[in-house]
């Protein structure tokens, strides 16, 4: 069965770091790659960062690019997600994501339980 | 980005049909298919995979779902509608970076 099993949420300050871990099991981790996704309360959801399966490769929209660093140990099948310069508008549920890959493109197929950062002074 | 644009809610009656529209800014199919995928929320829970590629159905996802749609234009349906189904739907594109998802539909029952 894949588990995704996210911790290290909580609340901090505007401008203090916060980092995410992701533990996978039930699959060959090291065989995909991995996303986290986030929902801000009562939102929809948004794409934060991927990381392809040997971690050489990383990916950002905008409005995390420069602040967010997303990272991973295959040999602790755990992906993680360092936070620095967090702003209010990062607070949201975020949740872990792996992908499968078929026909040219991939979807989320499996997603953690999610963990919430709060950001507020 | 890609903008998907999905109705906020939709109210529906047990055993009727619900469909559920997405549609994007730009077109999301490429070498004959079309890059859509469709989740499913329930309210303090993770998003569940329904609808891969606008039409597959994921595994362990009952018949009563189903989606279609090309180009620009999908929809996800249910039917029969089923209490469980009451959630909120958002379609997913993976056509360029960024993924982008629609702001969500909600399925209420009337």
């Known amino acids: 069965e894949v588990q995704l099993v996210e911790t290290g949420g909580g609340l901090v300050q505007p401008g203090r770091s916060l980092k995410l871990s992701c533990v996978a099991s039930g699959f060959t981790f090291s065989s995909y790659w991995m996303y986290w996704i986030r929902q801000a309360p009562g939102k929809g959801l948004e794409w934060v960062s991927s990381i392809n399966t040997d971690g050489g490769s990383t990916y950002y929209p905008d409005s995390v690019k420069g602040r967010f660093t997303i990272s991973r140990d295959n040999a602790e099948n755990t992906v993680y997600l360092q936070m620095n310069s967090l702003r209010s508008e990062d607070t949201a549920t975020y949740y872990c994501?792996?992908?499968?890959?078929?026909?040219?493109?991939?979807?989320?197929?499996?997603w953690g339980q999610g963990v919430m950062v709060t950001v507020s002074s | 980005d890609i903008v998907l644009t999905q109705s906020p809610a939709l109210a529906v009656s047990l055993g009727q049909r619900a469909t559920i529209s997405c549609k994007t800014n730009q077109n999301v199919d490429y070498y004959g298919n079309s890059y859509m995928h469709w989740y499913q929320q329930k309210p303090g829970q993770q998003p569940k995979l329904l609808i891969y590629?606008?039409?597959n159905l994921a595994s362990g996802i009952p018949a009563r779902f189903s989606g279609r749609g090309s180009g620009t234009d999908f929809t996800l349906t249910i039917d029969p509608v089923e209490a469980d189904d009451t959630a909120t739907y958002y379609c997913?594109?993976?056509?360029?970076?960024?993924?982008?998802f629609g702001a969500g539909t909600k399925l209420e029952l009337k």
């Open positions: 997913q594109q993976s056509r360029n970076l960024p993924n982008t």
């Open positions: 994501a792996k992908d499968y890959y078929y026909d040219g493109t991939y979807y989320f197929d499996y």
């Open positions: 590629l606008a039409s």
